[in-house]
Every structure is written in structure tokens, then in C-alpha cells.
């Protein structure tokens, strides 16, 4: 079964700063792997859809990458907002595509 | 931009009662999904549904759930005999059509089982 792992679980950073989150899962055979943001009580937003046969996608300031031989995909964050401040998780497919497995997410907030 | 609706958007319920959660999916969508999140806890899938029934679901979706596409647009989740454990937050999602495209959610329900 495939396994999800997020780290780290909170990050704080100050408005400005540049980070990375971490998602790592160990079936290496995924379709593509999804990054969405949770807002406290509130649904998933989709954030960036990679395929498995790229390696990265940008959607303004964020900047998905995935090394499916390591098992590993980042979400780099640049120049961060407050507004940023969420939980974000990582999500993949499973062979057959009809479940998402999710990591536990990165608790970020960002302070002004 | 077309999104997937839920309601209730929360609900509390006794023990032992029946519930129905209820998802309209995007309208050119023909693969639809129902999640949960304990609080605190990661977001776990619950079944699949494809053209007109079940294609997956986990060790969680047991003989008390049930899933139905009543009509055209709703999608719908049924708890029969809830548990106090069934208390988290409910989140449908759908897809337009290949495993290469993303999931849609919609905003969830929350389920409090008392």
C-alpha cells in the first residue's frame, strides 16, 4: 500500500521568506502527484498536478518538482505571504486511479 | 468556475441515526468520490464511483455506508446506523474523466455524531 510522508509537520517562517516542503511516498509507480492547501475547517484547494512525466510545474509563486525514482516531490514557496498560512498536502493515485492517498500535511504559517 | 457543492455544510446527529450527505459534483464529471478527515488525522478515501457504481473503496467504507446517484447532478453518501467514530469532516470530489487529471472538492461536511 502506498505510504505518504510529509515533512516537516509545522514550519513558521517571517513574510519574505523562501521554503520547501517536503513529500516523499514509496510506490514510485504514480500517474502524477497533486500538492493541495486546506484552510482551518475548510476543503481542499488544488494547488499545482504533476505528471509523471515531468518534473516540475510552476503556478505563480509556487514551484512543484517530482523525482519519482527517489520517491520524493517538493512545493517551493517563494517570497511567502500571510496568506499563505495553511495546511499543505501532498496526494497520489493509486494504480488504478481511483484513490488519492494523502501525506498529513505541513502546518505553515507565516508571520507579518 | 464550476465547482463541486456539499450539503449540509455541518451536522450533528445522535448515535444510531441515519445520515445523508449530499455532493453535486461538476457537471461534465464522470468520476466522482467521497473522503473523510478525522480531525487532526490525514484525509482518507472512502470509495469511487463510476458510471453508475462502486470502482474502489477502502476497509473503511463497510456495509453501513452506502453511495447512490440518485439523479443527473447529486451524489450522495449514506451513513445508516452512525457511530460516534463516523464524527469527521465528509469531503466529495470529482474528476471529468482520465486518472491523469486532477480531483475537484468540494467545501465538505462536517459530521458530528453524538
Known amino acids: 500500500k502506498q505510504e505518504v510522508t510529509q515533512i516537516p509537520a509545522a514550519l513558521s517562517v517571517p513574510e519574505g521568506e523562501n521554503l520547501v516542503l517536503n513529500c516523499s511516498f514509496t510506490?514510485?509507480?504514480?500517474?502524477?502527484l497533486q500538492w493541495f492547501r486546506q484552510d482551518p475547517g475548510k476543503g481542499l484547494t488544488s494547488l499545482l498536478l504533476?505528471?509523471?512525466?515531468?518534473r516540475e510545474q510552476t503556478s505563480g509563486r509556487l514551484n512543484a518538482s517530482l523525482d519519482k525514482s527517489s520517491g520524493r516531490s517538493t512545493l517551493y514557496i517563494a517570497a511567502s505571504q500571510p496568506g499563505d498560512s495553511a495546511t499543505y498536502l501532498c496526494?497520489?493515485?493509486?494504480?488504478?486511479?481511483?484513490?488519492?492517498?494523502f501525506g498529513t500535511g505541513t502546518s505553515l504559517t507565516v508571520i507579518p | 468556475e464550476p465547482e463541486v457543492t456539499q450539503t449540509p455544510s455541518h451536522q450533528v446527529t445522535q448515535m444510531g441515526q441515519e445520515v445523508i450527505l449530499r455532493c453535486v459534483p461538476i457537471?461534465?464529471?464522470?468520476?466522482f468520490y467521497w473522503y473523510r478527515q478525522i480531525l487532526g488525522q490525514k484525509v482518507e478515501f472512502l470509495v469511487s464511483?463510476?458510471?453508475?457504481?462502486?470502482?474502489?473503496k477502502s476497509e473503511i467504507f463497510d456495509d453501513q455506508f452506502s453511495v447512490e446517484r440518485p439523479d443527473g447532478s447529486n451524489f450522495t453518501l449514506k451513513i445508516r446506523s452512525t457511530k460516534l467514530e463516523d464524527s469527521a469532516m465528509y469531503f466529495c470530489?470529482?474528476?471529468?474523466?482520465?486518472?491523469?487529471?486532477?480531483?475537484?472538492f468540494g467545501p465538505g461536511t462536517r459530521l458530528l455524531v453524538l
Open positions: 457537471s461534465n464529471h464522470l468520476y
Open positions: 504533476i505528471q509523471s512525466s515531468q
Open positions: 464511483f463510476y458510471n453508475n457504481e462502486i470502482s474502489e
Open positions: 470530489a470529482s474528476r471529468r474523466r482520465e486518472s491523469q487529471e486532477t480531483q475537484y
Open positions: 496526494a497520489v493515485p493509486s494504480s488504478t486511479g481511483n484513490q488519492f492517498y
Open positions: 510506490d514510485s509507480a504514480i500517474y502524477n
